[in-house]
């Protein structure tokens, strides 16, 4: 997955986990490499402008894919232009679609997930007058006209980890990872550390999926938030993808377990079970990333976390009450969480990025 945050279905996990890894390690090489930067606002000022996005796969009923279409929608209509999105269906597609995209001469091409890198890249090269906004990932290279979307999902993740360690009862928290990459544990290692922020003598203890398939395999997830059951973890994080998730939740209802989900609001799959979720806007970072080219500043890497409206938690989102999250039922924990993620936006409390180190 993104780069591992975005919602990842098995479809795409068949074509892409070869080399998911090398990607996530350019991903991070890249984002520090460049300085990131907090969205600029657009003015407003840039009219009759046309997007088109290219999607992995089909939109269908992934819900972080439909909120990139949203952005591209509410850009392209704020600026008086229009939007187009192409659907990836299969790895040539996506070269396909990136290559039409091209032809049509849009303003800015949107193209999301860590899949889209090489071929940004080369597209990027040959047409230096087009403007690519790449999300969710960053080509290897820097070039002028491509400009990078990427998240600070660890200031999610933290929060999160402050409600597990407010509602565990064991003192043991954990989490449920699709591989050992500083990407992915953006996840991870800041749940732990947020469970310590708001209980000091609480304990952390991570698993990894590993195998063939860590991103599209449910059943391995399962066997290993079982496992963390038998360590006596009640609160787990599960930062296993969309598929891998599906094993977390099936071994949470089972077990009796209070499990996080990532990227959309994932408690309608499990009620009862998932406690809250680390959202990601793609909409928020489609949106401004467009505003930011239409209006003359393109390129670089922009970063979106808690301040720019980019990660968010489903307890902090409008509609709480009826997202049959657990949390819910926690008023006084969600005040919690407002409260830390003041203190986050405003610079008074720094998460650690595992990807820096």
Known sequence: ???????????????????????????????????DSAAPAGDGKA?????????????GVNDFLKLAKQGVEASASAAGGTSKVLESKDPTALQQNVESAVRQKPAVVVAVGFEFNDVIAQQAQANPAQQFLLVDS???????????????????????????????????????VAIDS????????PFGAGAKQTNANSSFTQLFVGGQNPFND?????????????KGVDTVMGAA?????????????????????????QCPQAPGSVVDNVIKHTDVAVQKGVDQILNATPGGVVSYGLKEGGISLTSLEPGLENSQCGIAQHPDIVKTVQDLRAQIVDGRLQVADPVKG
């Open 1 to 35: 997955m993104h780069v591992f945050s975005r919602r990842t279905t098995p479809g795409r996990i068949v074509l892409a986990a070869v080399a998911v890894t090398t990607a996530l390690a350019a991903t991070a090489c890249n984002a520090n490499d460049k300085k």
């Open 47 to 59: 009219k009759g402008k046309n997007v088109v996005l290219v999607t992995p796969e089909p939109i």
């Open 138 to 176: 960053c080509t290897d290279k820097a070039f002028p006209n491509v400009t990078c979307a990427v998240f600070r999902e660890h200031e999610g993740a933290f929060l999160a980890g402050a409600e597990a360690g407010l509602l565990t009862k064991s003192g043991k928290t954990g989490a449920v």
């Open 182 to 189: 500083p990407q992915i544990r953006r996840f991870s290692d």
């Open 218 to 230: 449910p059943a391995r997830a399962s066997e290993q938030t079982t496992s963390l059951k038998t």
């Open 241 to 265: 993808s969309a598929a891998g998730n599906l094993g977390v939740f099936n071994a949470a209802k089972t077990d009796g377990l209070q499990v996080w989900g990532v990227d959309v609001n």
